[in-house]
């Protein structure tokens, strides 16, 4: 193969890494406050998706569809934290990785029975028609998935460094009870996580869907990616996972031109092992120092 043809491999491959990406922010963001992530996230951008396509198809025009579709990816994600994952944490039990799972099986369950088990196209307002950039070809959903991933995790990177309430964040993460005592509330701001993290699965979703199709199977796909991303860049490594993400993209279309489309999974459990054995905190991740 050509270099041109290399190049494209590289570059579509990274820009559907993105999208690991986010959905892997999204477990940074409740790993952050709670030391805690929902295994069922999957479900969300699934949900989120098939919520966002209803509302198209019932008439909601696309620019209102979105801040809608995020609205009840929130929503989900503030369900998922009361119903979850806030009894588990204040018994300090690791209670929360299961019910997050049985939360998931419910949810995949339900939209089984609402949407049914056929995937759908979901419409887009973009031309179809790719454009040529150094000589690789990419298409303007392919543009608006860096530039959706790139606004959302900047807006609340600066939301978290530059509002009161975004330090909070910072706060709790360093010390819950110190945080406390400060005035803090932890079961809020763990809630605002978990809100914000539902927001970024259904963007996941929302930027996905028109490159592939919307169906049960949709957040399954995504969700093993994403936290092997998340696994080895550090689930408290922020922008870390952007890089990690557009590799991981990357190499599966290599691997899946190469070797074939049977082993496209295959870099994401071998990084995912590698980095358990390696350095279990990831590449940009800190090292914690236990008190006892």
Request: aromatic share 8%; hydrophobic share 55%; glycine share 12%.
């Amino acid at each position: 193969m050509s270099a041109s043809g290399i190049a494209q491999l590289i570059v579509s491959g990274a820009l559907m890494g993105l999208v690991y990406a986010l959905v892997a922010y999204g477990f940074s963001l409740t790993y952050s406050t709670s030391k805690s992530i929902n295994f069922g996230q999957g479900v969300l951008v699934m949900f989120s998706a098939f919520c966002s396509l209803t509302l198209l198809n019932v008439g909601v025009p696309y620019w209102l569809m979105v801040p809608l579709g995020l609205g009840i990816g929130a929503l989900l994600g503030l369900f998922v934290e009361r119903a979850a994952v806030r009894l588990a944490l204040e018994q300090k039990s690791e209670g929360w990785i299961l019910l997050t799972i049985i939360l998931g099986l419910l949810g995949f369950s339900v939209a089984e029975n609402i949407w049914g088990r056929d995937d759908r196209p979901f419409p887009t307002p973009l031309p179809t028609e790719s454009v040529q950039i150094l000589g690789v070809s990419i298409s303007p959903m392919e543009i608006s998935v860096a530039v959706g991933v790139f606004a959302v995790m900047g807006l609340i990177e600066l939301f978290k460094r530059k509002a009161l309430l975004g330090k909070a964040f910072e706060a709790v993460s360093a010390d819950r009870d110190a945080a406390e005592l400060m005035g803090v509330s932890a079961t809020r701001t763990v809630m605002l996580s978990y809100a914000l993290s539902g927001g970024v699965a259904a963007m996941a979703g929302i930027l996905v869907s028109p490159i592939t199709t919307v169906g049960p199977t949709l957040g399954s796909v995504l969700v093993l990616k994403a936290f092997s991303v998340a696994v080895v860049a550090g689930l408290d490594s922020g922008f870390g996972v952007v890089l990690v993400g557009m590799c991981l993209g990357s190499l599966e279309s290599l691997t899946s031109f190469y070797v074939g489309s049977g082993w496209r999974e295959a870099p994401g459990l071998v990084l995912l092992i590698l980095a358990l054995a390696v350095r279990p905190t990831g590449v940009f991740g800190k090292a914690t120092i236990r008190k006892v």
